[in-house]
């Protein structure tokens, strides 16, 4: 029976091409710039989730006036680096609500030709406190890492588990690689222990080789993870009262001030495109009154055919829902195209990290935003298609001379 | 088989006037009966018809079909009455210009539960009964006003339908094709049983039939024979 009526759809459909392709195209635009729109929240998303949960603690501990730096480090992941004392790691330690602590050095290479890869964030982290690094190796090191191992964030795609890497003439071999996380700050990063900056250390400056710049007995953060019965934000409070000149970011909080951020860039986009939704359910609706109306014969015609109520109003419905089907797959096409396409220079005007989604999210993506371009074409025609079905067939036949 | 009694149907037009254009009207007719109703146009005579095919709800008054009383249905029942024992051929072009000839004949297997398969080869001889076989997928507006017609007609019997509710069906045919047409509507009555109730301002269709009727400012009454 539904065969029946998407047949006799479809035959209308076909032979009223412009009208057929006016609504596909109100459709298209809706469902370009959703899919483009959502595709690219759910990437920064994505990222800011994986990356916070990478980072895997709930403060993170940095010396006072590095904490516009350091959040920006986090974020945009541009190479910084600040140091504090090494003594406050025990002092931060001995805070109440701090359950586990792990100090973090940070390095920045040498241009000098002194490396394989100059400017590159080194991260030196302490074996037997990390709880932030290791849970996160794509293939599980069943070791300690040695001192003359690192283990790298995705991004560095020129190097794979096994190659050597030379830093200040000292060769590191690639004992693991990080899973990608959208945030530079871990994605761009090489991590190694502190046996390996030790190592650097003991041949940078000497000879023909370039200083590394990086003071005695000290340290860049302190990840901390909190007692469940203490919220984060508490902690933080402990810390700043009782140690001074640190900051302690609450990493829950710079989610939620990045996701603002995404969502003041794009509120205009995102208003943007509620206004063309709603401009799209208002002309398919216009536009399926109209075809109503200029086809209250051939309705009349149906029922007197014996179609019921139920068929005329499936009839108009099944109009709605092909063309904003056809609409919403060529509106995913697009804006998929355009993404692709632009991809880079979105995502670098907007700054922000961000992880272009799986095959299986995209997918998701994709089925929100068809059933939703679907939605919109039956929703648009609900009205006329209900005034459809409850025309007096006589009324209507007669309605259409 | 169709009993009609005290039907009557008041317009109201936008001015709130109203006019009666059924008005009293009571019969009732055996299965297989050949009937015309003549009447000048406005006197009722398609307004009558869409009440008894229950295309449009009478003021007052029943219609019965094989003792249903049909304004008593359901909506759905009485569309299912439509698909199953009844056609109607119109008086104005009724086709649907997006569907070819063959789809336009199949039209009521659309919507019941006859399988549209099953009733092809039916249309294509009725098509050809009608003289249209070689249009079988032209659209109608590739058709005159008289093929366009006849593509109608076929129609009208694809469902083998019990009563057929003909509203002037050789209004844009030739003699001819007239001739045909009463014909063809003979060997169904014959051959099938089928009720016709057949409005028209032939006088020649009229004498054809086995019962004239004459419809006047809404009341109808049996034309005697003339002697
Ligand atoms: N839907 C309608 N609304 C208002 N008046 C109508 C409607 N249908 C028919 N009429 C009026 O009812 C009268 C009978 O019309 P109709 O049944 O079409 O007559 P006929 O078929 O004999 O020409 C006419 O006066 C016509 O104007
Ligand atoms: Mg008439």
């Keep these: ?401 | 088989m169709i009993e009609v009694e005290h039907l009557q149907k008041i317009y109201t037009l936008e001015g709130g006037e109203k006019v009666t254009a059924v008005d009293d009207v009571s019969f009732a007719i055996e299965r297989g009966a050949f009937l015309s109703i003549l009447g000048h146009s406005g006197s009722g005579k398609t307004t009558l018809l869409n009440l008894i095919g229950g295309l449009t709800r009478p003021n007052g008054g029943t219609v019965r079909i094989d003792g249903q009383d049909i304004w008593q249905l359901a909506d759905d029942e009485l569309s299912r009455l439509r698909n199953e024992k009844m056609n109607f051929i119109f008086q104005f072009a009724s086709l649907i210009p997006t569907l070819n000839v063959i789809d336009n004949v199949l039209l009521p297997s659309a919507f019941g539960s006859a399988k549209r398969r099953d009733l092809v080869e039916r249309a294509r001889e009725l098509l050809a009964m009608m003289n249209m076989a070689e249009k079988e997928h032209a659209y109608p507006a590739q058709l005159s006003g008289g093929q366009q017609r006849r593509v109608a007609i076929a129609r009208a019997f694809i469902n083998d339908p019990a009563i057929v509710l003909a509203d002037e069906p050789t209004g844009d045919l030739d003699e001819e094709t007239e001739q045909e047409v009463i014909d063809l509507f003979r060997k169904f009555n014959r051959e099938r049983q089928t009720t016709f109730l057949i409005v028209t301002h032939s006088s020649d269709l009229a004498a054809q039939t086995d019962r004239q009727f004459r419809m006047t400012a809404g009341r109808l009454a049996p034309v005697e024979p003339s002697t």
Excluded at chain 1, 206 to 221: E, F, Y
Aim: charged fraction near 20%; include cysteine; charge should be positive.
């Design chain 1, 1 to 401: 029976m539904e065969l029946k009526i998407l047949r006799l759809a479809n035959q209308n459909l076909k032979r009223k091409k412009f009208r057929s392709l006016a609504i596909i195209l109100a459709v298209l635009v809706v469902a370009a710039t959703l899919f483009s729109i959502t595709t690219i929240m759910d990437s920064v998303e994505q990222s800011l989730e994986r990356g916070t949960a990478r980072l895997g603690a709930d403060l993170m501990v940095v010396p006072r006036e590095a904490e516009t730096e350091a959040k920006s480090a986090l974020l945009a992941g541009k190479p910084s680096t600040f140091y504090m004392d090494a003594d406050l790691f025990d002092k931060v330690q001995a805070i109440r609500g701090v359950r586990a602590a792990s100090p973090q050095t940070f390095l920045t290479t040498s241009s000098y030709s002194c490396c394989d890869v100059s400017g590159m964030l080194l991260i030196a982290f302490d074996q037997k406190r990390d709880f932030t690094i290791k849970p996160w190796l794509t293939t599980t090191l069943q070791r300690p890492l040695k001192p003359d191992e690192v283990i790298m964030g995705r991004a560095l795609t020129a190097y794979m588990v096994g190659s050597v890497l030379t830093f200040y003439k000292t060769p590191f071999t690639v004992a693991g690689m990080l899973e990608e996380t959208g945030m530079d700050f871990i994605d761009n990063s090489v991590f190694m222990t502190y046996e390996g900056v030790d190592r650097i250390l003991a041949r940078a400056g000497k000879g023909n080789v370039a200083a590394a710049d990086l003071p005695p007995d000290k340290i860049s953060t302190i990840l901390v993870q909190v007692d469940p019965e203490y919220a984060p934000s508490r902690v933080a409070l402990f810390i700043e009262a009782e140690i001074d000149g640190v900051k302690a970011i609450v990493t829950d909080r710079i989610i939620a001030s990045v996701r603002k951020q995404l969502f003041v860039l794009l509120r205009s986009i995102l208003s943007v495109s509620v206004i063309l939704w709603v401009m799209a359910l208002l002309l398919i609706g216009v536009v399926f009154s109209m075809i109503v109306n200029e086809r209250r014969r051939e309705i009349g015609i149906f029922r007197a055919m014996g179609a019921r109520r139920g068929h005329v109003f499936r009839l108009i419905i099944l109009e709605a829902t092909v063309l904003s089907f056809i609409g919403g797959i060529l509106g995913v096409a697009v804006g998929g195209g355009v993404l692709a396409m632009f991809r880079d220079a979105i995502y670098a005007s907007l700054d922000i990290p961000h992880l272009w989604p799986s095959t299986g999210r995209l997918a998701l993506l994709v089925g929100v935003c068809l059933v939703l371009s679907v939605l919109t074409g039956m929703i648009a025609a609900l009205l006329p298609a209900l005034r459809a079905a409850f025309l007096e067939p006589y009324e209507a036949i007669r309605g259409g001379e």
